[in-house]
């Protein structure tokens, strides 16, 4: 095993990114779009907030039948930002750390997920989903 590969090696970069002018039904249909679980907050080029999947879904309710469920997920939805339900102060690696450490700072941490970043500006985000399929890959 390669113990001193840089995170850049294994980091998705082609990144789907909203703002705090976008609404959370763009969110919602990000996620229902994408085989994603997690969503970078920019400003410009500069990560100020993540989205998860599951933080997204537990201001939703699955109450009533399909219809209300619906109307009621439309109106909580419509009356919060991205803001509201956004990690801010996020912790962030740079693109030469390297995978070994960065994968102890999510064991350490009990993150699923952090953005890259070189200086300022956002360049990837890792998962613990991507650290996974590098270890298998090892083997």
Do not use: C
Not at 2 to 25: A, F, H, Y
Not at 33 to 50: E, W
Not at 55 to 63: E, H
Not at 82 to 105: G, H, P, R, S, Y
């Amino acid at each position: 095993m390669k113990k001193r590969e840089p995170i850049s090696k294994i980091m998705t970069s082609d990144l789907l990114t909203v703002n705090t002018t976008n609404s959370l039904l763009d969110v919602k249909d990000i996620f229902e779009k994408n085989k994603v679980r997690h969503i970078p907050v920019v400003s410009g080029t500069k990560i100020i907030g993540l989205i998860s999947k599951t933080d997204f879904y537990r201001i939703t309710y699955n109450l009533g039948d399909e219809t209300s469920k619906d109307q009621i997920n439309s109106a909580i939805l419509s009356s919060n930002t991205i803001e509201d339900v956004m990690t801010k102060n996020l912790e962030t690696v740079k693109a030469t750390e390297t995978i070994q450490d960065v994968a102890q700072m999510l064991v350490e941490r009990e993150f699923h997920a952090v953005p890259v970043v070189d200086g300022d500006t956002l360049k990837g985000i890792v998962t613990t989903t991507d650290i996974i399929k590098y270890l298998l890959e090892q083997y």
